[in-house]
């Protein structure tokens, strides 16, 4: 879908964005061999407020990569959950981005990041209820009038459940797509960490998730904490979830799939290795998908 | 039943460590308690926050070590919750609050140290704009020279210390053992600037100092060599005004040149 070609009361599914492969997510230590090399990489995904900066060297070797690269923006403050007003300057700053790079499609998470003018800087989960819902929809309807654009949703991993919730994540997580008509970025290692955490089936989530709303798949490594696993992208993928990105596979069909790593960031090579477990599997999948019909 | 302004309301003091009304929110996790999941999210805020710091400030974590700078970010965290969407900014308070930082009032060098990397960040990523070249500067008629004026780039900085933090600075650049912090005779300026996609900085003559702050006051550059007469020798001021003009402009700080009146200052 075209940047733009988005107004509300279109057809909910015309123009889901193409497929795009196995991607990465865009950071400076790899700027040079990216530009200067050929990596077994098909995109990149930008972590949009990094580049949310005036000018200089990160905007100039973000163009230069989307010369080369499709390019997806995923942000981390646009705070869609919060009951504060939504942020006019970041969502005009965000549009601006979105018309210089032109991505695929724009992201970000089901999550709240502050109140009172305050931001925490952290993705807070929200109650699970209607109240909830509903201000969620409307902020996600009124984020895509602005941007003039469809954006996707992310699931987030979670450390706590509000006693007030009144449905699941999945059928809200579900819900939320359904009713505001925006796509989901469904991050696998997100919803084994909330399973790990909060005692449920990983494979009813992913089974709850309406398979024509997603759009990208998220994988990163997490770490162990005290009482519940926490999600800190510093680790390689683990076995579970590489075994849950193979249920996701079966479910969804080529999704476009990124790792993410944010933190201990190895060479760009590691990665690249990582990336191709990630096209084994998919294509393993696939392939039996293909033989048993 | 709480309303989800409440409940945000009650989860942000929660993380924000001000107080546990939110331990009421939260429902029983299979494993731990209710206030154990909480001190999740508060851990992660200053963790958080303190990565950003050390980020932004590199060579000051080197110089204050990890437990005196984990310290001091504590103090900036409490005092300075974040209030930008974006965590570049987050930062940008640290200079003052070292400055104002009783523990430090004895060590001015670790203000000017955050100064000087603030200053190095924040024309790193700052706009681009047009650069005016030594042929611009060729092709002004020699009638026109008296009235023309610069316009400097919006990426460079004119900071005052007064301690050897550039020195300070360098060493830790290199890993090496910094020097003792000295106080500098007397104050100076120094000149951070972005040449070629890289943040840089040298220490300005007290002269091209003041010859800087006349540019950036949008003097004319007969003005600017006029003021440049009187503060030192006038027989070859005219000379010095034009190597420090040139200077800037390889530097790449003159963005535009601008026409008035001549007998305007």
Known sequence: MAAGSWARG?????????????????????????????????????????????????????????????IVMHGVSMSIASTAPLDMDYLINLKKLAQRVNPKWVSDHLCWTGVHGINLHDLLPVPYTEEALNHVVSRISAVQDILGRRIAIENVSSYIEYECSEMSEWDFVAEVAQRADCWLLLD????????????????TFLSSIPIERVVQFHLAGHSEGETCLIDTHDAPICEDVWKLYARAVERYGPVSTMIERDDNIPPLADLVTELSRARDIARDVLAREATVT | MKTLAQIQDEMQRAVLGKDNRATSLVASPPEGSTADRLRVYQAAYVLRLTDFLANDYEKLLAYLGDVRFRKMAEGYIKAHPSDNPNARWYSRHLPDFLKNDCSFRRNPEVAEMALLEWALSHVFDGPDVPLVTMAGISSISPDKFAGVCFDLVPTMQQIKVTTNVTSLWASLKCGETPPSPEDLETPADVLVWRQANTSRFRILGPEEAMALICVQEGMTFAHVCEMIAVHDSPDDAALRAAGYLRAWIEAEIISCIRFIDAGVK
């Not at chain 1, 696998?188 to 494979?203: I, L, M």
């Open chain 1, 188 to 203: 696998v290692n997100n919803v084994f960490v909330s399973g790990v955490n909060h005692d449920f089936d990983a494979r």
């Open chain 1, 10 to 70: 279109n057809h909910p599914m015309q123009g889901h964005p193409d497929y795009l492969g196995f991607g990465l997510g865009l950071r400076p230590q790899h700027y040079r061999e990216i530009l200067d090399g050929e990596p077994a990489v098909d995109w990149f995904e930008v972590i949009s407020e990094n580049y949310m900066v005036p000018g200089g060297q990160p905007i100039r070797m973000l163009e230069r990569v989307a010369e080369r690269f499709p």
